[in-house]
């Protein structure tokens, strides 16, 4: 065990920002950086001494991918689904990196149903004022929701619609609305300005999230809603979106890296190491060995976590003394978002029968978004004769989450049993789709739902169903915002270094400028391999998709 070696760096942390910091450490100590050359020479060996820990029994963090019972092609999506051809890092990384096979994933197909107040509409049809059912001003009449606020910001802010990258967000950073920054603003306050309240219901409500347009802040949400060129598509990973964590944290093991499974962290400090130089004092739990705390030193660690995590730590240490008002500010600039996901698998894809196949339909019921994700016979090398089918069946946010709360059982997680806590070369991904089973009181209700969703008085049986509800701790939620008055853009570099002199370091999704993203947690990544261990930024990265 560690209990007797002090570790270069330990990270703390399996999801992608954690495993993809120990990958670039470990597989670039040839660059010989000045912050690396400082770790090697105390080490007095041409190889560092990495090591991550993760709190659960998997690796992947928000990233689940699972497969259906009778379709072992097929990979669905508990946590994050796909990626953008404009996010050059995680784009780079699947495609150039780690070659990964594709496939394109489809959002809104013209046919797909959008079910609103008890109206079946085509999403074709949402342009049509005599159609849609909602009280539209004149101006807001014959306009896709999808574009109600990209009009919205128009109206209030000419030109900014013809703004991406760089460019909008130097000007989201730097725009006086009224006399306030966008920062100060948020981001609902904005829209009631410009769109009448029919017209934002019917925005969030076509679009199929409720956390978009609710009030995070202005200025970051509208980056998130609005940073899109007109050529951007969508792609998910057909082996899941769990192989990028898989396939890094594979190579870092190979290169000689450690990674330690159920061993949650509970506290750290600064501390006088036994060599006599400075680092960091980590005690973690082993949850194999109730009530055994492992302690362990560190010359430096990185904190791979989002915000409700860093809450779960005991708050002691130069860090997270409570005292410190500094680095509690800095932590709560964001807030996590809940989201649920639901899958149901089918002997059949029914939804065929009302003439949908593809992308995603929309609605105001708790479902709020159905993915049409596939079936076995459609994927690659798979068996043409399996009509086995498999929907995402629900997925929504925010003010939804709780409905599906109220009909989950209160049973207590199956036990894991991992080997001596360590990931080896027997380590095949996430646990069995059935690990997630969802109880029968929520299969009737989404059934009922689809039902009424879909036009239909009657639709097959699934023989399959599970669940994530991402709110559940350690996580939080699915994603963070930012909250009002936050300016992201200085936030994120005192964050990764949040207490001069502590060599401790945070970095993830929730303090990015790419929430909700795995861009998002690559880049914050990056600048703290960058910036604080000297790292070259990637040679594989490309620009254009």
């Known amino acids: 065990m560690l209990k007797d070696e002090i570790l270069d760096v330990a990270i703390v942390g399996g999801g992608v920002s954690g495993v993809y910091s120990a990958w670039r450490l470990m597989t670039s100590q040839t660059q010989k ?11 007095g060996e041409d190889r560092l001494k990495i090591a991550v820990f993760e709190g659960s029994h998997r690796i992947g963090g928000r990233l689940l991918s699972v497969t259906p019972p009778g379709m072992p092609n097929t990979r669905c999506e508990l946590g994050g689904m796909r990626y953008m051809s404009s996010q050059k890092l995680v784009r780079s990384l699947v495609e150039n990196k780690l070659k990964l096979e594709t496939r394109p994933l489809y959002v809104s197909e013209p046919e797909n149903i959008a079910y609103l107040r008890g109206q079946h509409l085509r999403l074709s049809q949402l342009t049509d004022p005599k159609l849609v059912p909602y009280a539209l001003k004149s101006a807001e009449q014959g306009i896709d929701p999808s574009n109600f606020i990209g009009f919205a910001l128009e109206q209030l802010m000419p030109g900014i619609s013809k703004l991406h990258g760089e460019e909008l967000r130097h000007f989201v950073r730097t725009h006086k609305f009224e006399g306030k920054h966008l920062y100060n603003w948020g981001f609902w306050n904005l829209l009631a300005r410009s769109l009448s309240h029919e017209a934002y219901t019917l925005a969030y409500q076509a679009g199929g999230y409720d956390t978009t347009a609710l009030n995070w802040n202005a200025a970051d949400t509208i980056l998130l809603n609005c940073d899109f060129t007109p050529d951007v598509t969508y792609k998910a990973i057909v082996k899941g979106y769990e192989q990028i964590p898989l396939e890094i944290c594979q190579q870092f093991v190979q290169s000689g890296g450690e990674v330690y499974l159920e061993h949650r962290l509970k506290s750290f400090a600064a501390a006088e190491l036994p060599d006599g130089s400075s680092g960091v004092k980590m005690s973690l739990i082993w949850q194999n060995q109730p009530g055994e705390t492992i302690e362990i030193f560190a010359r430096a660690l990185i904190l791979a976590m989002p915000r409700r995590s860093l809450e779960l730590l005991d708050p002691t240490g130069e860090v997270l003394d409570p005292r410190n008002r500094k680095v509690q500010t800095l932590i709560r600039t964001v807030t996590p978002v809940p989201m649920f996901k639901m899958f149901v698998s089918y002997h059949t894809p029914w939804w065929e029968k009302v003439e949908v ?17 596939g079936t076995e016979g459609e994927q690659l090398k798979a068996d043409r004769q399996n009509q086995n089918s498999v929907l995402l069946a629900s997925y929504d946010d925010t003010l939804n989450v709780t409905f599906w709360e109220g009909l989950r059982d209160k049973k207590e997680e199956p036990p894991f049993e991992t080997k001596a806590g360590y990931y080896g070369s027997d380590y095949s991904g996430s646990p069995d789709w059935h690990h997630y089973k969802a109880p029968a009181a929520m299969v009737r209700e989404i059934q009922r739902q689809l039902k009424e969703m879909h036009g239909l008085s009657e639709i097959p049986e699934p023989y ?24 992201s853009w200085e936030v994120i570099p005192q964050i990764v270094h949040p207490q001069e002199n502590v060599p401790v370091y945070i970095c993830g999704e929730a303090y990015s400028d790419g929430q909700g993203w795995v861009e998002g947690a690559l880049s914050t990544a990056e600048i703290l391999l960058q910036d604080h261990f000297g790292l070259q930024p990637p040679d594989w990265v490309t620009e254009e998709g």
């Open 33 to 43: 950086s000045e912050r690396l050359e400082q770790l090697l020479s105390k080490r």
């Open 357 to 373: 196949t593809k992308g995603r339909s929309v609605t105001d019921l708790p479902v709020r978004q159905c993915y049409y994700w």
């Open 464 to 487: 399959s169903a599970v669940y994530m509800d991402w709110g559940d701790d350690p996580y939080g939620g699915a994603v963070n915002f930012w909250n009002i008055h936050a300016k």
